[in-house]
């Protein structure tokens, strides 16, 4: 059983190796967007976090595995909560709506994470790069299962491009920068374009 930062049978101990492993890996996704994977060290992850290089191998079996962490866990999060969005809107149109907000928001909140999925994900080994891809290809079929039940006579593939395209559109935000009313217009935008002439 997992024990979540809430959970008062977890100990001091366990949480602030928890809060050090996911700081590690905030520093991992920032130094990773400014310089690339290749180009940041793990003495360099330590020391973004206040430890030594060694310190960060009681957290993560080497600079890939952190690269892995932040990847596979983000693509997890995504399916696991676009399927929750779903589960919260029987209705395919507010489903799509909640879907584009719940995106928004991922974009927004993880710049850095977007920057290295674009750049880095080849640095990661085989069966990583296999899971995050099978992931996301469950995340597309999410929309695309909620596309078809707006637009039933329409095929999945056409479907498919449109969810694909309203990422691409939603995802350009770490290019852009954001202000307060960034959210509001990605979510007017991405509504627009994933339902134009369906």
Known sequence: MTLTADDPRETPRAR??????SALLDAAARLFAERG???VSIEE???AVGVSGPAVYRHFSG??????????????GLSSGGAMVIEGHPDAAAALRALIAFHV????????????QDRD??????LDQHDVRALQRTYVELWVDVLARLYPRVERANLRVRAHATFGLINSTPHSG?????GAILERMALAAITAAA
């Open 105 to 116: 928001d991922f974009a927004l909140s993880n710049a850095d994470v977007i920057r290295v």
């Open 37 to 39: 994977f290749d180009r």
């Open 16 to 21: 602030a190796k928890a809060d050090r492993r």
């Open 63 to 76: 600079k890939q595995a952190v690269l892995s962490a932040i990847l596979v866990e983000v693509s997890e």
């Open 45 to 47: 992850l330590g020391a």
């Open 178 to 182: 954001h202000t307060r009313e960034t």
């Open 121 to 126: 994900l080849e640095s990661l080994a085989d």
